[in-house]
T-cell receptor, first 114, second 109 residues
Framework: GAGVSQSPSNKVTEKGKDVELRCDPI?????LYWYRQRLGQGLEFLIY????????KSGLPSDRFSAERTGESVSTLTIQRTQQEDSAVYLC????????????FGAGTRLSVL | GQNIDQPTEMTATEGAIVQINCTYQ??????LFWYQQHAGEAPTFLSY????GLEEKGRFSSFLSRSKGYSYLLLKELQMKDSASYLC??????????FGTGTQLKVEL
């Protein structure tokens, strides 16, 4: 596709439910990143995939968060047993070059946990 | 670890010049980016510096001093549409990016 695509654009869920957020990176981009942005705050790194290497999961805030990526395509971020503190915009970015990793961002998924 | 400091907010006048500073402390350094983020939108890439000096791109310029752990973004001929958050981003080891909390720039008439 022309850009990074994320779905859904908005998600409202009840506390305790599981949610899945999807990211379709730009075709050919080997690197994929997930970030969280709470209202009025900066971006918080969550996880990074680079080709077939083991992902860098150092930013995941708890074991309720997990992410998968199929090859160099789609990625899914899963949040289990959601809490109100998980409410945020979840941004996905992809990058074509591991030397100068300019990131191209999707529009994000706005998650609201009631 | 990595730490990035930039002012929380700035105000400037349309047509003027504004400089947004960023200082960083990192365990590794592979480059510094500036991104622009309008309210409710995704960040978009503005500039990249890996060597010391000034990179100019139209109305926007970015400067880097690695020895001082310092960068600035210079915006000339400000326009109302430049009102946005400007994010200073450092690439450390392993290609992981660390984002500053951003400087909210408000351009006034």
């Amino acid at each position: 596709g022309a850009g990074v695509s994320q779905s859904p654009s908005n998600k409202v869920t009840e506390k305790g439910k599981d949610v899945e957020l999807r990211c379709d990176p730009i075709s050919g981009h080997t690197a994929l990143y997930w970030y969280r942005q709470r209202l009025g705050q900066g971006l918080e790194f969550l996880i990074y995939f680079q080709g077939n290497s083991a992902p860098d999961k150092s930013g995941l805030p708890s074991d309720r968060f997990s992410a998968e990526r199929t090859g160099e395509s789609v990625s899914t971020l899963t949040i289990q047993r959601t809490q109100q503190e998980d409410s945020a915009v979840y941004l996905c970015a992809s990058s074509p070059d591991r030397v100068v990793n300019i990131q191209y961002f999707g529009a994000g998924t706005r998650l609201s946990v009631l | 670890g990595q730490n990035i400091d930039q002012p929380t907010e700035m105000t400037a006048t349309e047509g003027a010049i504004v400089q947004i500073n960023c200082t960083y402390q990192t365990s590794g350094f592979n480059g510094l980016f500036w991104y622009q983020q309008h309210a409710g939108e995704a960040p978009t890439f503005l500039s990249y510096n890996v060597l010391d000096g000034l990179e100019e791109k139209g109305r926007f310029s970015s400067f880097l001093s690695r020895s001082k752990g310092y960068s600035y973004l210079l915006l000339k001929e400000l326009q109302m549409k430049d009102s946005a958050s400007y994010l200073c981003v450092v690439t450390g080891g392993g290609n992981k990016l660390t984002f500053g909390t951003g400087t909210q720039l408000k351009v006034e008439l």
